[in-house]
């Protein structure tokens, strides 16, 4: 069996051997190539070596357009029909900017910067969607030594104003659409000076944003404009100087902002390049589904700046809005997935369970014939790459009219953020392209359920967790993952308490994410330290581990286990979908019930749900604790909005405890009883 770590160095105290990987048992990466020591050396070779190349994709809404369509409402039990009105989006081609190009502006802005009063150091917070602009705003900073302090858009006013006051910010990048959200914030925050924007705004919302700030409020144009004007030599940056102060959405307490240096990021480039970079082509094209501020995507982008890939902008500010994504939501064009044809893309798990569902969910329209031609490609498909065979027919009469959907041209995609269920990865995997699992600021070899080896610019080791049966000697070595290497942060922003607790005096982030060492020295993520509870029977179980698994019920579009150590089994709260529950109402003649919300509710419904939960366990190897008692239907999807997921789709699980807390004790009162 091919092995994808080497154990070195001695036996550890309270755990396994440090692993490294097989790309770099002597010492661990630290730059992709000779001359590339920052970020600012990372786009500065992209311009030199493919200035002509397209950098950065971006659409333009050209127009809205109305539809009127009939929909149908329950109120009071009863069926109603209005008649909406729904706006659709009718967008341009792509219009791309080389990376000579991007290269130039983010030097433009860099000086304009200078010209309005900042200097090398300066911290500018980037508060955006994921959009061109956001990644061009943090290279201009870096073309002046500046440091860039980032926060999800979705983070709300009061963690924003947490976020610069912490960083003393001078400057905010924003777009036009979160200016009032940001005019809020800035009378909160004494060192901001400047405003920055990008996007269309009209002038009496702007005038009112003016006149509702102290600060002085720009557009990004403007500000490269003043620096073409007053241009000003590049300061660049040292690896040690700091590059980011990413602030993480958390799921309790205020944002935290881990420190990251130029050293960091570009250690993380190199060994990514290590892994993958053999298979990148001249004519590769990146679809980011990630946010910016999520640690993740912002590797990944810069990785593909490296490599020269063509990164697409997304319409509407974001890299992907899903109001744009698809064709359904475009009129007179292409939904971007289509027009821009991607052959690689990230995303967290939710969207590929969303996507997942979303095939599944056609092939059952399709006849029971259809349905059986498909499944029995899908087993000989999975069958052939198990035994790297070649799969060029059935791809073509079957796989491709689904490949078609992203586009045609996807050859690999990254899953980051949270686990993705194993059936969910192995099912896109055969139906589309492989999905890689990562972990942190890593990529992987290809596996189910696996996030791979360490990537060559980190080690890992496995640290017992004795309480929960933890250990190294276990017949699959288990343990914490600590991590130590050229990539790792340094710590969190004047949070000297957290930072002590996290990292040890001899460099090793203590992750608190508990994973197995796999026969051929990979790494299985099985749960979150923090989230082992132990039942009453003396069983420990991992909920983000069943959440995983239960969560790729074609039913469910979410779910939160819970365990109380009072009681034997783990309950589960589960948002589903209307569309789905009448369909499933439908099918078993339950017509005694139309409101959607006491349809959730309904004996024959919960019970058929339940019991459809207990089998996607089955399929997935949970055994008897781990088995659910019982769930409650939730009829409302769970957003960030309603702070029940953090910007990474995650699940915050305290608020959702805290908001569903009668519904799990009269779960675990019936399971008293």
């Known amino acids: 069996m091919k092995q994808f770590t080497v154990e070195i160095g001695p036996e550890q105290p309270n755990g396994g051997r440090i692993r490294r990987s097989i790309f770099s048992p002597e010492g661990l990466c630290r730059v992709p190539t000779p001359h590339v020591h920052t970020l600012y050396d990372v786009l500065s070779r992209s311009a030199a070596k493919y200035p002509e190349r397209k950098g950065f994709g971006f659409r333009k809404v050209e127009q809205m357009v109305d539809e009127e369509k009939e929909v149908s409402k329950f109120v009071n039990g009863e069926e109603v029909k209005q008649t909406k009105t729904w706006k659709f989006f009718q967008l341009s081609p792509y219009h791309y900017l080389s990376y000579k190009e991007a290269s130039r502006l983010a030097h433009d802005v860099g000086a304009g910067f200078i010209r309005l009063g900042l200097s090398h150091r300066s911290k500018i917070e980037l508060f955006s969607p994921t959009n061109m602009y956001w990644l061009l705003t943090a290279h201009s900073a870096f073309t002046q030594n500046m440091t860039i302090v980032t926060a999800y858009d979705t983070l709300g006013e009061e963690g924003l104003v947490h976020s610069m006051n912490e960083t003393e910010v001078e400057a905010i990048y924003t777009v036009a659409d979160l200016l009032p959200t940001v005019q809020k914030a800035a009378g909160k925050c004494p060192s901001l000076r400047y405003i920055v924007y990008s996007g269309e705004i009209k002038t009496e919302a702007l005038d009112r944003i003016n006149a509702g700030v102290s600060q002085t409020v720009i557009s990004l144009d403007e500000v ?17 100087d700091l590059c980011c102060i990413m602030y993480t959405s958390g799921s309790t307490g205020n944002p935290k902002g881990v420190m990251l240096s130029h050293k960091n990021i570009v ?63 475009v009129r007179n064009c292409k939904g971007d997935i289509k027009e821009f044809r991607p052959t690689l893309m990230t995303g967290v798990p939710a969207v590929w369970e969303s996507i997942r569902k979303g095939i599944l969910a056609k092939i059952a329209e399709a006849s029971p014939k259809a349905q059986k031609v498909f499944y029995k490609a899908y087993a000989t498909k999975a069958w052939l790459l198990e035994r790297h065979l070649p799969t060029g027919f059935i791809d073509k009469v079957v796989f491709n009219k689904i490949k078609d959907q992203v586009g045609g041209r996807l050859r690999f995609a990254l899953s980051g953020g949270a686990p993705v269920s194993i059936e969910t990865q192995k099912f896109l995997s055969v139906a589309i392209c492989p999905i890689l699992g990562g972990f942190g600021m890593t990529e992987k070899q290809f596996g189910y359920g696996q996030v791979g080896a360490p990537v060559p610019c980190c080690e890992i080791k496995l640290v017992d967790v004795p309480d929960a049966n933890y250990l190294s000697t276990n017949a699959k070595p288990q343990g914490e993952v600590w991590v130590r290497g050229p990539s790792i942060t340094k710590g969190y922003w004047k949070r000297d308490d957290i930072t002590q607790e996290t990292m040890t005096e001899d460099n090793w982030l203590q992750t608190g994410d508990i994973a197995e060492w796999n026969e051929n020295g990979t790494l299985t993520i099985i749960d979150r330290k923090k989230n082992l509870v132990k039942l009453s029977n003396g069983e420990y179980i991992a909920l983000e581990k069943l959440e995983s698994i239960y969560k790729s019920c074609i039913y469910v579009t979410n779910v939160c286990v819970y365990a109380d150590s009072l009681y034997a089994k783990p309950i589960a709260v589960a948002v589903v979908s209307e569309p789905v529950i009448r369909k499933l109402a439908h099918e078993k003649q339950v017509t005694d019930e139309t409101d959607f919300e006491a349809l959730c509710q309904h004996d ?53 405890t805290k908001a569903f807390k009668a519904e799990f004790e009269a779960m675990n009162a019936k399971q008293k009883s």
């Open 224 to 240: 490269a404009k003043l620096g073409r004007e007053h241009p000003r030599e590049a300061r660049k940056p040292e690896p040690e």
């Open 267 to 329: 250690a993380a480039i190199a060994g990514c390049n290590t892994i993958l970079g053999h298979l990148i082509t001249d004519n590769d094209s990146m679809m980011a589904y990630l946010p910016l501020a999520h640690v993740l995507e912002f590797v990944v982008e810069n990785l593909c700046v490296f490599w020269g890939v063509t990164i697409l902008n997304m319409s509407l500010g974001c890299y992907a809005s899903v109001r744009t994504l698809t064709d359904a939501s």
């Open 604 to 656: 024959i419904v919960k019970k058929t749900i339940l019991a459809a939960l207990l089998e996607q366990a089955k399929e997935g190897g949970l055994k008897g604790a781990e088995l659910l008692f019982d769930v409650h239907l939730c009829h409302q999807e769970w957003t960030t909005d309603s702070g029940l997921l953090t910007a990474a789709q995650k699940i915050k699980r305290p608020e959702i």
